[in-house]
């Protein structure tokens, strides 16, 4: 157990969540990505006007930093449906890999890219039993 000093030191550092921040880029970064996610024309059939891809790889972001799920993410971005959504686009068409490339070139030619920590994630499936036989 922590000394009651201690105890509350952490109490005051978690009162503020991860699920606080917001996620914005800058206009340098969003300038740089900005062309590969161009922005839909509306047909001239009408329509409902697409939402704005920069608020979208906002929400993306948001998302993916704080590790929460589609659903909480907060109203100030569109619906986690829309971002969802062009996730999925965007990373079946290489979209969002290319994006991400090209602002991690950047920080390294900045000498703002630290390797010293990276972090490995992946997905784990249950396999049936004697799936794998041994060689």
Same mark, same amino acid.
């Given at each position: *157990? ?16 991860? *699920? ?9 970064? &969003? ?23 920069? !608020? ?5 972001? &948001? ?8 659903? /909480?993410?907060?109203? %100030? ?8 959504? !062009?996730?999925?686009? &965007?990373? %079946? ?6 994006? &991400? ?6 920080? /390294?030619?900045?000498?703002?890219? /630290? ?16 799936? *794998?036989?041994?060689?």
């Amino acid at each position: *157990m922590l000394p009651r000093s201690h105890q509350s030191a952490v109490a005051d550092s978690m009162l503020g969540s991860r *699920m606080d921040s917001k996620i914005v880029l800058t206009d340098e970064q &969003w300038n740089l990505i900005k062309p590969f996610f161009p922005q839909k024309i509306r047909s001239s059939l009408g329509g409902r006007p697409e939402v704005d891809n920069r !608020r979208c790889l906002e929400g993306i972001l &948001w998302v993916l930093t704080t590790g929460a799920r589609w659903k /909480d993410l907060p109203a %100030e971005y569109p619906s986690y449906c829309s971002c969802w959504r !062009r996730f999925r686009n &965007w990373t %079946e068409s290489g979209a969002f890999l290319k994006a &991400w490339s090209v602002l991690l070139e950047k920080l /390294d030619e900045l000498g703002q890219l /630290d390797l010293s920590t990276l972090i490995g994630d992946g997905t784990f499936c249950a396999s049936k039993k004697k799936a *794998m036989k041994s060689a």
